[in-house]
């Protein structure tokens, strides 16, 4: 018998197998994505201090479209690099966290490229 698959344990292993490969220094913090039905929320994290740098979600004020869709990722996107870029932030590695690299994802990382951020 086909059991059915979990997407949400599937996804936390995939995090999991990620997080051993990536970490964030100082000198190249970690951007982390965090993808919900209704919100879509984004940190810079230095994981040796254990200290959150930046964030940026779609409940902050400056957002304009208040859902996790795709244009809300551009926004997000282009604010996080807007806050990096003020701490003096170039460089990330981007952490997907288990999600797929399309759609949101996708679009939330090409619209924190174009602000500026190199990963």
Known sequence: MVKKTDRKTERNRRH???RTK???TAEKPRLCVYR????????IIDDVAGKTLASASTLDKEIKTKKSNIEAA???GAL????ATAKKIKTVVYDRSGYIYHGVVK?????????GLVF
């Not at 919900?36 to 940190?43: A, E, F, I, P």
């Not at 996080?80 to 806050?83: S, T, V």
């Not at 679009?107 to 602000?115: F, I, K, N, T, V």
Request: charge should be positive.
């Open 107 to 115: 679009q939330l990382a090409e619209s924190a490229r174009e602000g």
């Open 36 to 43: 919900s039905n209704s919100n879509l929320y984004v940190q």
């Open 80 to 83: 996080i690099a807007k806050r």
């Open 22 to 24: 990536v970490s964030g």
């Open 74 to 76: 551009k926004e997000v």
């Open 16 to 18: 999991l197998r990620v």
